[in-house]
């Protein structure tokens, strides 16, 4: 699979590891050259990644990871760690001139988005700070650009300022600013035509507006597919402008986005928003840490290791297991397990933050239907205490209560029970295997 | 006779010809070759010897080019064992074994005449236009279209990007520019339904080719693949054999996606072919290697700028040549 994320990637190297107890520092360059793969594979640019495997291994070597009995998850970890290091917290604040009107420049290469996002900025500042923005059409090159952005307007009510394309976008631009003062609107967004960063003249004409409408923001828009160029584009718009943050668009298809990270290494601005459809709407915060993770391509694991880690109590978990050795494990107790569960999201997401877990049998093709749940804790709801305590009481019109009280059938009901005793005993197998075998072997994790 | 020389020599017999499509590459590709070829003639300056240092640094060389890491393993494996086989020891022989393998690895077991458009003689030809938001789909048509009918053909077009705004205007202006009918309705109007306009249109006036745009769709959006798929049955059912071309667009700056891309877009229609574009910048486009190399998809254009006569025919050796030229000019030296 060209597609794989970093936790299936370390997976088997991890596998060679996990008997070993200790780990080398040959390990370590196995697993540094998997995390390089990864980021590779994802478009982080190939000089970022250097840069940070280097880093990363110097940690890994460190005690940090050797000495941990989970040195796998320990990369993972530490890759996450400085991914997100490098990707800086959440920035969505859009600056506010002193003096109103606060311009916004938005720039980039030819269909990164920019017209859209003109729009869904717009509507962001009308709809979330309720301010009366004004979109400048500065694209005078590319047939109907303008055209796209009046149509934006009018979906959004929001004023379009437009000159025709036989104008100066550099006039434009002026224009526009004093237009807003006279009619006070406190935004000018101005829209400008796509470029390449190496068309000298096109970006001399950047300089240009921005020397006249001299912005509070300059925001670079880029799409989150763009491969290892990131750097060089980002790098460019940068030098000569002087960015302010960066517009990630397209987000919402299935890349990596390791460009995201390439942009924020070479130029240290802070990307502000994502673009998440194509409706006007459809813009978001930037979240670096859930891009750290999209970018490895894995399931969440540290947010489920969080999780599991405020959700589950220790001394019940500890009970737990007891209980599991004994089989002495009964309904309560299941009930209680769901609830904790519960407690930490829905349970599709759970899956998902489990490396691995797509690819157990049986776990792929099991129906997570959380309706399912409710039935069966409704039917556990149905029983009596000693029922709960001792399955065994169960009888044909014992269970027809059951199935009438919890809005169910006696069939489903049968079901409930036959899959409880099967857990008993998967529990009962589960745990002296781990006790007789390794130990500390993954999470603990209820149900697994 | 090395490769290099055997390349250069292609372009010495046919220099008419080709001199303008590899003038409009090197030009276009300026940037792209200078960086490219720097690189590999840096590399070359500072590795003497062909060692694992040398393979690790051709491996960056061709993953900055966003050739694609499991295509690069594949090329450096290869590359390795021809060193091993030829007993090469000097890096300035590993050039021509390099620019070989990636072009063959481009052609496969096929001929060079992937790269041609599949147009009908006499009857109608049909070529549908896919691809992701923003990539170059209705400016390439608007080329294509003043390239068909430079050649004699008469070229009608189809708006059927109904979604965007500002779509169907932009299609109406590069049809101007061509000087070719677009058919159209409203925006927000079924895609299918205005393809079948064309169609008929079309066929009614006799047109030789019809061109159809189509929105620009993320690959993993479900829904708006599958109405893909029905503009794609309607166009099956309205012309026999057809359509006779699925162009996929692509953007050169586009990372490892484009193969994620190249994948969901054949599931839904038979792209049939790839639209290069915006290879004037400085992105290498490498990609293409790779979806060549797994999906057997050639690509057939190049974008190479924003004016209308800025669509070229894609031909590998003029792709690898301009990627190369520096090292060939320098060689006759």
């Known amino acids: ?123 962001h500042l009308r709809k979330k700070h309720n301010r009366s923005p004004l979109l400048v059409a500065a694209d005078v090159y590319r047939p109907a650009a303008i055209d796209q952005l009046e149509t934006v307007g009018q979906q959004l009510d929001v004023p379009v300022f437009s000159k025709g394309t036989d104008a100066n976008p550099v006039d434009i631009a002026r224009d526009a600013l004093e237009q807003a003062k006279e009619e006070h609107h406190d935004y000018v967004i101005i829209d400008t035509a796509g470029r390449l960063h190496v068309d000298g003249d096109l970006m001399a004409e950047l300089e240009q507006i921005k020397a006249v409408v001299d912005p509070d923001e300059i925001f670079l828009v880029v799409d989150a597919m763009t491969g290892q160029d990131a750097v060089n584009v980002a790098e460019s718009f940068n030098e000569q402008l002087e960015l302010s943050g960066v517009v990630l668009t397209k987000l919402d298809g299935d890349t990596r986005g390791g460009a995201a990270l390439s942009i924020k290494a070479v130029t240290g601005k802070p990307i502000k928003f994502a673009g998440m459809g194509e409706k006007l709407d459809q813009l978001e915060p930037f979240r670096p840490e859930s891009m750290a993770s999209r970018i490895l391509g894995m399931g969440d694991v540290l947010s489920l290791i969080d999780k599991a880690e405020t959700n589950v109590n220790e001394k019940q978990a500890k009970e737990l297991e007891e209980k599991m050795r004994t089989m002495s494990f009964t309904f309560d107790d299941f009930l209680e397990q769901m609830g904790q569960v519960k407690k930490m999201g829905p349970l599709e997401d759970l899956m998902n933050m489990i490396p691995g877990a797509n690819k157990m049998k049986g776990l792929k093709n099991a129906q997570l239907d959380e309706k399912q749940l409710v039935y069966v804790e409704a039917i556990i709801q149905s029983m009596t205490k000693d029922e709960r305590q001792d399955p065994g009481l169960m009888n044909a019109s014992r269970k027809k209560r059951i199935a009438k009280g919890s809005g169910t059938s006696v069939s489903q009901v049968n079901r409930l029970l036959k899959q409880f005793n099967e857990m008993k005993k998967m529990m009962k197998q589960m745990t002296s295997m781990q006790k007789g075998g390794k130990k500390g072997k993954g999470m603990n994790l209820p149900f697994m | 006779m090395g490769f290099m020389d055997k390349l250069k020599n292609r372009f010495k017999q046919n220099e008419d010809e080709t001199e303008d499509v590899s003038q409009k590459y090197k030009q276009g590709m300026e940037k792209t070759r200078q960086s490219f070829s720097v690189k590999l003639n840096d590399l070359i300056a500072r590795y003497r010897k062909v060692d694992e240092d040398f393979f690790e640094e051709l491996e960056e060389v061709l993953i900055a080019a966003d050739v694609g890491v499991n295509t690069v393993m594949d090329l450096v494996d290869e590359l390795k064992m021809e060193v091993k086989r030829q007993n090469i020891k000097d890096t300035k022989e590993i050039k021509d074994v390099i620019s070989e393998k990636l072009v063959e690895i481009y052609y496969g077991d096929d001929d060079e005449e992937v790269e041609k458009l599949n147009i009908q003689e006499d009857e109608l030809s049909v070529i549908l236009v896919v691809g992701v ?153 490498g990609i293409v290697l790779a979806i060549r190399n797994e999906l057997q998809i050639p690509v057939k254009f190049a974008g190479l700028g924003e004016g209308i006569e800025d669509l070229q025919a894609f031909d590998a050796h003029a792709f690898v040549y301009g990627l190369f030229a520096d090292l060939l000019e320098e060689d006759a030296e």
Do not use: Y
């Not at chain 1, 400085?82 to 859009?94: A, F, H, T």
């Not at chain 2, 590069?174 to 079924?190: C, M, N, T």
């Not at chain 2, 993320?218 to 099956?236: C, S």
């Open chain 1, 1 to 123: 699979m060209a597609f794989e994320g970093l936790a299936e990637r370390l997976q088997s190297t991890m596998k060679k590891i996990t008997g070993k107890g200790k780990v080398s520092e040959q390990d370590v360059k196995e697993m540094t050259r998997e995390v390089r793969l990864a980021l590779l594979e994802a478009d982080v640019n190939f000089k970022v990644v250097k840069d940070l495997i280097k880093r990363i291994k110097e940690r890994a070597v460190g005690q940090e990871v050797m000495e941990s009995l989970t040195p796998g998850q320990q990369v993972i970890k530490v890759v996450k760690e400085e991914l997100s290091d490098l990707m800086g917290g959440e920035q969505s604040k859009i600056a506010v001139a002193d003096r109103p009107p606060t311009v916004i420049m938005m720039a980039g290469l030819q269909g990164a988005g920019k017209t859209t996002t003109s729009g869904k900025l717009a509507n």
């Open chain 2, 133 to 285: 938001n923003g990539v170059g789909k209705t400016t390439s048509i608007g080329k294509l279209a003043h390239q068909l009918k430079q050649e004699g053909k008469s070229v009608m077009l189809a708006a059927g990007d109904t979604f965007r705004a500002g779509a169907i205007e932009q299609l109406d202006v590069w049809g101007g520019r061509a000087g070719v009918d677009v058919i159209k309705q409203g925006e927000g109007s079924d895609p299918a339904a205005v393809i079948f306009d064309g169609i008929k249109a079309a066929k009614s006036r006799n047109a030789d080719v019809l061109i159809c745009d189509t929105a620009g769709r993320l690959q993993n959006k479900v829904n708006l693949m599958n109405e893909l798929a029905k503009v794609n049955r309607v166009i099956e059912r309205e012309v026999p054999g057809a359509p006779h071309e699925v162009l996929l667009v692509l953007d050169a700056t586009t990372g490892q996606n484009a193969m994620s891309q190249a994948k969901t877009f054949s599931d839904a229609t038979d792209v049939s072919g790839i639209v290069l574009t915006k290879l004037d910048g400085t992105a290498k486009g």
